[in-house]
């Protein structure tokens, strides 16, 4: 069963797309816990465009294990035919189950160059990257991410029609506005609505924290799955809690082989022994534990995994 059937015929859960934390240790972590579905980290047309010949970073992104799949790897740009040629491409090198174009991240630094939730400031323009896009992906499913709107959640409403009908197989969104950033409570109940407009399927995401979220998340939107963000980083048995529907009592040192787990798959898929760029999601793991403030200060000192190693040693004992 293809991914796009199997959205069709059960409530999903997957890990949605962050930029900075869903690379391949994290992925493949989350499928071991449950996950049904993840994306890549947000990466740049323009990027896989000009450089795919040399061995760009952007392309490195875009690589990953099979025990990922299905994955969705995600794009952003602005120009239709730069995008379409970047699908392209990410699908002859890295043939992932499907493509997710990123129209929803409210980052300043994203927003300022019009892409990422700006697109639905442009609601044409968002329509023809998605036509030009769905003419390279054959039999790949075309995923949108985006938001209820730049300022009004109301605004979905014409704009996933327009995606609809561009071609976009899947919208996963975000239930916040771009205003509204990360903030505020996420209105679920507008998917429940915009189901009655459109005919393919949606995936929820904001405001998941724990598994009882997760279901009162479903029960209000009525999507056809949802999408687990930052509730995920530093637990990626959430997943497995979601769909037993109750909380792992997990110990310390059951939390410990988890975290190393994924310091150990970050260091093997990666070209580097630095864990630098980690420590952010493994202080995470740590969070409410006695004591835990002086291992979090010795983490954000780790470079290898020999670092990690000693200062789990020395905090387990």
Known sequence: MDILEKIKSKKIVGLAPMAGYTDS????????????LVYSEMISADGIYYDHKKKSKSLELAKFKEQERPIFVQLFGKDPEKMAKAAKIIIQEVDPDGIDINMGCPAHRVVSSFHGAS?????????KIV???????????????TRLGWSDKDEIFNFAKLLEDAG???LAIHCRTKTQGFAGEPDWSVIKKLKKVIKIPILANGGIKDWQSAYKCLDESEADGILIGQAAIGKPWLFKE???KHNL???????????????KLFV????????????????????????ASILRSKIIQCETLSDYKNAIKEYLN
């Open 25 to 36: 240790a994290l992925r493949t972590l989350c499928k071991k816990f449950g996950a049904d």
């Open 119 to 127: 697109l639905m400031r442009d609601p044409e323009l968002a329509a």
């Open 131 to 145: 036509e030009e896009v769905k003419k390279v992906v054959g039999d790949k499913v075309l995923s949108v991410k």
């Open 168 to 170: 976009a197989d899947i």
């Open 242 to 244: 979601i769909k037993d």
């Open 249 to 263: 009592l997990m110990s310390r040192k059951e939390i410990a082989q988890v975290s190393l787990d994924q310091v």
């Open 268 to 291: 093997n898929s990666s070209s580097k022994n630095s864990i630098v760029s980690l420590r952010g999601q493994l202080i995470q793991y740590w969070k409410g534990f006695e004591n």
